[in-house]
């Protein structure tokens, strides 16, 4: 590996492309990693000249963090290949890191999720928190100063590590380092919900990069807005510069979309073909609406779901031709926000069984379960993709319906979704707060003419492939030269 010259890359993020479970007997397995930010750099991880940072999950990977040579993993012979040095930071400091401020403060003020019964408390326990955010952005920047080549790049990753940049350059001057939001960002009066402090460290954190990255404009404007804002930051908004304690940092937009022809060759795979029998099967012909998402806040399923309730509540037409296929992954069950969701997800879901189905007709399927394989599955068999978030930066799975649907699916599409920015023209897109919007827009997707569909389909995975993965890395690492 060319590691010791300016070719050298390093990816740093806090979830890695691999994380490992435990194994009966055996050593623990490797498990590929999920979510929109491994997906979209999953494909660049086995260059020769990458180095992929990220955090030990658990203690699973803690375990085999130690244990791996010279701290290194070696993927080669794994499907996504490469090297890897995964951190093992104390398990303390990466759950507050992790869950107390990445998770449910950063995540919360990008998302806009906070409301006044919920609104922050930022206390001493909160501090403690913030401390070892800090612990733990310095333990990337120490691994990323010790692994760099002189004149490496440096592509840091979302906001677990809004730190990290400016770190890394007070240790290592000599290195061109990137930052990329994947989250939307907030505007300024709501970004001040931060203590003050803070809300200024995060900032300058990100400043420490020569580029910083977002997947919309929107998202690029509201950061430029809070710099000058909050830190008084002299801002080129034609030149997309930030200008702030004697550096200047550049600000890009790049959109990511998906890789039609890899996407393809995995459905293609025996095991999406046997889930895809399954769902045939219990659908029965009936027309489908399809939605898949991490059981998360800001994708707004509980909207959704009463959206799909208003459907058949309006247009008794349906009843008996439509089934609705909600795949939730569970994600972030330590925060209590995320199991009270959860289970309104699914009291939600079973009300609605309840009030409309028969002894032929289950007018609902919600499966709260990793299966990625039976969601591609899902992808092909959609006549309508309903994609709702209240927020999102960018939202992979509008772009992967249509590019995977065998039947043209209809896209129903909230504008807050970063995505809404390029597939807002063939989607019908809604206001996410809309539930009644919602329930129309579905009906009207259902009755969609088949040639207009397919006009709209066509043109939705143009756009969605029209920056691959590679190419949405390869402009960040360019606006680095
Ligand atoms: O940017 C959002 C993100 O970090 C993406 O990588 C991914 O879609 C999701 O959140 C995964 O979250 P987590 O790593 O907490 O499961």
């Known amino acids: 590996m060319d590691d010791r010259s300016d070719r050298q890359v390093l990816i740093a993020s806090n979830r890695g ?4 479970t435990p194994s009966d007997g055996g050593a623990p397995a490797l498990r590929r990693g999920g979510g929109g930010l491994v997906s979209g750099l999953a494909g660049v991880a086995g260059r020769a000249e990458v180095l992929w940072v990220c ?15 010279g701290g290194r993993l070696d993927l080669a012979g794994h499907d996504t290949g490469g090297a890897v040095r995964m951190l093992d930071i104390p398990a303390a400091t990466f759950r507050r890191a992790y869950n107390g401020v990445a998770n449910s403060t950063l995540w919360f003020v990008h998302h806009l999720l906070y409301d006044t019964p919920n609104a922050p408390h930022f206390d001493a326990r909160s501090r403690r928190d913030w401390q070892s955010y800090e612990a733990y952005n310095a333990a990337f920047a120490d691994a990323l100063a010790r692994d760099a080549a002189p004149g490496a790049r440096v592509a840091i990753q979302d906001y677990h590590l809004s730190l990290a940049p400016l770190m890394l350059r007070e240790r290592r001057p000599d290195l061109r380092i990137a930052h990329f939001s994947h989250t939307p960002w907030a505007p300024p009066e709501y970004y001040r919900l931060l203590p003050d402090d803070l809300g200024v460290r995060v900032l300058e954190g990100i400043l420490g990069a020569d580029h910083a990255g977002f997947l919309a404009d929107r998202w690029a404007e509201a950061f430029l807005d809070c710099c000058e804002a909050v830190l008084d930051a002299k801002i080129d908004r034609h030149a997309r510069t930030v200008t702030h304690a004697g550096r200047t940092t550049r600000i890009g937009v790049h959109a990511l979309g998906v890789d039609g022809a890899a996407l ?16 045939r099967a219990q659908v029965d012909g009936r027309r ?38 909600a795949f939730a992954y569970p994600s972030r069950y330590d925060l209590p926000e995320y199991r009270a969701y959860t289970e309104e997800v699914r009291r939600a879901a079973a009300s609605i069984i309840e009030e409309f189905g028969t002894d032929t007709w289950q007018p609902l399927i919600l499966q709260v379960e990793d299966d990625y394989p039976r969601s591609l599955a899902a992808y092909g068999l959609a006549d309508v993709l309903l994609v709702n978030p209240i927020r999102d930066g960018m939202n992979l799975v509008a772009k992967e319906g249509p590019v995977l649907s065998e039947r043209d699916c209809a896209l129903v599409l909230s504008r807050e979704a970063g995505a809404a920015a390029e597939l807002a023209e063939d989607a019908l897109t809604v206001n996410p707060y809309d539930v009644s919007q919602t329930a129309e827009a579905l009906h009207r997707a259902l009755l969609m003419p088949a040639g207009e569909r397919a006009e709209r389909c066509r043109r939705l995975v143009e756009a969605a492939t029209a920056l691959p993965p590679d190419r949405w890395f390869a402009d960040q690492l360019a606006a680095l030269d």
Request: aromatic content about 4%; charged content about 30%; proline content about 4%.
């Open 17 to 20: 492309p691999v994380s490992f």
């Open 288 to 325: 489908l609406i399809v939605r898949i998402d991490r059981t998360e806040l800001s994708k707004n399923l509980v909207r959704g779901l009463a959206a799909y309730r208003e459907l058949l509540a309006n247009h008794r037409e349906w009843h008996g031709r439509v089934v609705h296929l």
């Open 264 to 279: 393809r060759a995995r459905a293609a795979e025996p095991d999406v073909a046997a889930r895809a029998a399954a769902l």
């Open 55 to 69: 955090a030990a999950l658990s203690d699973t990977d803690r375990q085999a963090a130690r244990e791996a040579p």
